[in-house]
């Protein structure tokens, strides 16, 4: 005798979110390849462009572990669109700073990634976009805005964009 599966009672948000998000990444990676970049090259360009940041701070906005990050930031480094200086502020510290290169390198890869973003709303009208960024703004910052403390670590997604 089989056991009948539970009925839903409401949409699978879980799998809605992560097949959105899944899907976004692809788009953005495969767009992004065009330039010679990885989504995560993207992210550590565009974030070391807003300020003085560390390698350890741009792994925690990128949520890349040190491995990840110093692969990253040695692909930047040979492809002369960033490099490592020291701190300004803290002797002990080195921040990764793009190059002149790299800034304009992050201005194409951010019309990129704009433009996938753009693409993917626009399947939506103009009232449903905007009821749907103003939801989406809502859960990010409300009920969805930090993780719970779980007895097994849930794997999440390592990529974040800009």
Known sequence: MTAMAPTRTVSDLSFLLDHASHVLRTRIAAALA????????HCVLVHALEG??????LAEIGDM???????????LEAA???ERRPSGRDRRARIIAATERG???AARSQAIVDRVHEEALATMSAQERAVFLRVMERLV?????DPVETPAPVRRARQRES
Not at 34 to 41: D, K, Q, S, Y
Not at 141 to 145: P, V
């Open 34 to 41: 065009e330039i010679g970049l990885t989504a995560r090259m």
């Open 141 to 145: 910052t409300g009920y969805l805005a």
């Open 52 to 57: 003085e940041r560390t390698q350890a701070q």
């Open 65 to 75: 572990d040190k491995t990840t990050m110093v692969v990253t930031v040695d692909a």
């Open 103 to 105: 800034a304009e390198v």
């Open 80 to 82: 002369g669109l960033a």
